[in-house]
T-cell receptor, first 115, second 111 residues
């Protein structure tokens, strides 16, 4: 079945550091990728939608200058959390879809802990 | 996308069937019913989806009411590995909108 690989699975770093998370679709070309964030005991919250070769669309309340998204190819999207602070600590999950109407497939998530 | 309503939690005994309900009274004609589940510390996993007819796959069955205002995800024999949060989500077939997650149902499986 379709596989989405997310890396790294866990990051612990100091406040002020920038962290890059990669999301790859391994056996299909993902025209659209999505980034979600999940705080403990809460549901997934959509952060942004990115289409290959164009700028990401951010949800209300998500700072585009803090959460940089790049979707340069049909198999790779990256999320960079710039100048991370403790309140950015969360579980970040990427998702990809081959084309509209198909199921979304999810990565295993990245647990980000900012000290 | 239309909203869904699910019980916060359910409990099942191992090796017994589980019926997870979902209400979606404002569903539109182009909305598909999707079910995903999230195991602890993992990303969501696709389970099944359907439009009008009941659907079966290796993981589960999806029973859709005739008026489409409710559906039930059926796990035929619950195992400990089925303990997860199950999300019922409506998504229109047209367009490229993302899945929007509600709170889901936390399923506990008792050995």
């Amino acid at each position: 079945g379709a596989v989405v690989s997310q890396h790294p699975s866990r990051v612990i770093c100091k406040s002020g550091t920038s962290v890059k998370i990669e999301c790859r679709s391994l056996d299909f070309q993902a025209t659209t990728m999505f980034w979600y964030r999940q705080f403990p005991k809460q549901s997934l919250m959509l952060m942004a939608t990115s289409n290959e070769g164009s700028k990401a669309t951010y949800e209300q309340g998500v700072e585009k200058d803090k959460f940089l998204i790049n979707h340069a190819s049909l198999t790779l999207s990256t999320l960079t959390v710039t100048s991370a602070h403790p309140e950015d600590s969360s579980f970040y999950i990427c998702s990809a879809r081959e084309r509209g109407g198909q199921p979304q497939h999810f990565g295993d998530g990245t647990r980000l802990s900012i000290l | 996308d239309a909203k869904t309503t699910q019980p916060n939690s359910m409990e099942s005994n191992e090796e017994e069937p589980v019926h997870l309900p979902c209400n979606h009274s404002t569903i539109s004609g182009t909305d598909y019913i999707h079910w995903y589940r999230q195991l602890p510390s993992q990303g969501p996993e696709y389970v099944i989806h359907g439009l009008t007819s009941n659907v079966n796959n290796r993981m589960a069955s999806l029973a859709i009411a005739e008026d489409r205002k409710s559906s039930t995800l059926i796990l035929h024999r619950a195992t400990l590995r089925d303990a997860a949060v199950y999300y019922c989500i409506l998504r229109s077939f047209s367009g490229n909108t993302p899945l929007v997650f509600g709170k889901g149902t936390r399923l506990s499986v008792i050995a």
